[in-house]
């Protein structure tokens, strides 16, 4: 992992003699330079000297006089910007973070909904069936607009919009919960639908941003979303041990004020982010090359987006499988395993829980530190296909039919690998679409909102073949 973030101008002028000074092209060439972090996955070097490159990054070359005379400029030379690298990067794994953090605290909280409505048993038992059903809607429904919609606003402009409202509706829930009873029930799900739609334009933006600043920020967003997961299985598998003496309902308002804090450190670490001078480098030469780029492909962005999901058609179609295989099992089967020892239901199935978003994470930073370990969508997409074992798998564990089924270090097996493919496979994909060599600057934004919004897809097509699967077993 390099050790630091820079972009061209932190190199300053660079000079030589017998040379007149060379003025860059008004027009951005947009195949010659490049807009993210040096990396594992730079496709192109930005170190060394001024020759080589072109484009909105050129240092302009100044003419040396006898080799004696100081360089004039009119200008100031460009003041280097020594904010730590760890920090840049550590908003991106935040906003990644930030991304997962509304569905996994809506689902979180399954005692207080059962608590809640436990005067209707139907609205008990189904509740969260609900809320899964009326997220992905939203989101289905919300993220087509917010990936059309993307070239009319700006990815950050949209983060700090859709940021602000998701923690609003996380705020209505931590305030509610007190005071909330069974009459609530379509309101709670309407508040559902809110923040799942604003947690769609949110994910978009993010994606999109992490495309422009390269593989880097990519990985890490990703290990940011793998993160948080792993911390509110957690926090389940903390309530499993204590669950006789826990109060559902504070259980459940320490939960929403945790996730509305966190949501407010986000915003301000964003907010802090945008203001550092490598960020507006980096992002301020990604606006010149698209504005440049609309001028001549003024009324193609449909055309455009086409072209994009051309190119990046394996990479949705496998990011789309990923979680449907995913979500189809787990955690909808996987949660109905059963120990053949003495070990109580919740508590197995809080392990099995933290020990999938544990491997998640695993498999979500492996890139980051030691490279793209899969680069080849092709092969990605043989990957992705392989891992329908999982299902036939996890249907052979015990699930309490007459104390038959596979032995519990089996399903633990299966369930890191699981995760840990999960994790590397998504990864990869969306590192892949930030680093093809054959897509053009300007459109590496549309390829990450694309598949995020195949990937929210497929968490729905999951969803619903959990049905199914559950079946199966039964």
């Known amino acids: 992992m390099p050790t630091s973030l820079r972009s061209p101008e932190d190199e300053g002028p660079s000079s030589s003699s017998q040379q007149s000074t060379r003025v860059p092209s008004p027009t951005p060439e947009l195949n010659h330079h490049t807009y993210h972090i040096p990396n594992h996955y730079s496709r192109r070097a930005l170190s060394g000297g001024g020759s080589g490159r072109s484009g909105l990054y050129q240092p302009l070359k100044q003419h040396d006089q006898d080799d004696e005379e100081a360089v004039v400029s009119d200008e100031e030379p460009p003041q280097r910007d020594d904010t730590p690298n760890w920090a840049l990067l550590t908003v991106f794994a935040l906003l990644g973070a930030a991304i997962l953090l509304p569905f996994n ?13 436990a005067a209707d ?53 931590s305030i509610t919960t007190r005071v909330a ?157 059963i120990s053949h020892g003495d070990t109580p239901p919740l508590v197995f199935i809080a392990w099995h829980l933290l020990a999938f978003n544990l491997s998640d994470v695993a498999g979500r930073t492996l890139p980051s530190i030691t490279g793209p370990l899969l680069s080849n969508p092709k092969i990605i997409a043989v990957a992705v296909l392989a891992r329908t074992a999982f299902v036939p798998a996890f249907l052979a564990c015990n699930f309490g039919k007459g104390g038959g089924g596979l032995p519990d270090w089996f399903f633990f097996a299966c369930v890191v690998a699981f995760g840990l493919s999960n994790g590397l496979l998504s990864t990869s994909i969306f590192v892949c679409a930030a680093e093809d060599g054959e897509m053009e600057d300007t459109q590496r934004a549309s390829a990450g909102a694309i598949l995020s919004f195949w990937l929210t897809i497929g968490l729905a097509a999951g969803s619903a073949l959990s049905f199914a699967v559950v079946a199966m077993a039964a």
Not at 105 to 117: A, G, M, S
Not at 138 to 167: C, D, E, N, W
Request: proline residues 2%.
């Open 105 to 117: 605290t809506l689902v979180t909280p399954t005692e207080y909904y059962r608590t809640l409505f």
């Open 121 to 173: 048993h139907s609205r008990s038992e189904g509740f969260l069936s609900w809320v899964l059903l009326v997220y992905n809607v939203s989101s289905i429904s919300l993220g087509a607009h917010a990936t059309v919609s993307l070239t009319k606003t700006t990815p950050p402009r949209r983060i700090f919009i859709s940021a602000s409202t998701v923690l609003a509706g996380l705020l209505l829930f």
């Open 181 to 337: 009873t069974s009459a609530a029930y379509y309101a709670l799900l309407a508040g559902v639908a809110f923040i799942a739609g604003s947690a769609a334009y949110l994910q978009n933006a993010v994606v999109a941003l992490c495309s422009i600043f390269g593989g880097q920020a990519m990985g890490l967003m990703l290990s940011g979303q793998g993160v948080v997961g792993a911390i509110i299985a957690a926090v389940q598998l903390a309530a499993a041990y204590r669950v006789q003496r826990a109060d559902p309902s504070g259980a459940a308002t320490a939960l929403f004020a945790f996730a509305t804090a966190f949501m407010a450190l986000v915003l301000a670490a964003f907010a802090w982010l945008v203001r550092t001078q490598r960020f507006r480098r980096t992002y301020g030469g990604y606006e010149a090359a698209t504005v440049a780029h609309a001028v001549h492909a003024q009324g193609s962005s449909r055309r455009d987006l086409l072209d994009v999901q051309r190119k990046v058609a394996l990479l949705s179609l496998s990011v789309f499988y990923i979680y449907v295989v995913t979500l189809s099992v787990y955690p909808a089967l996987t949660a109905r395993v």
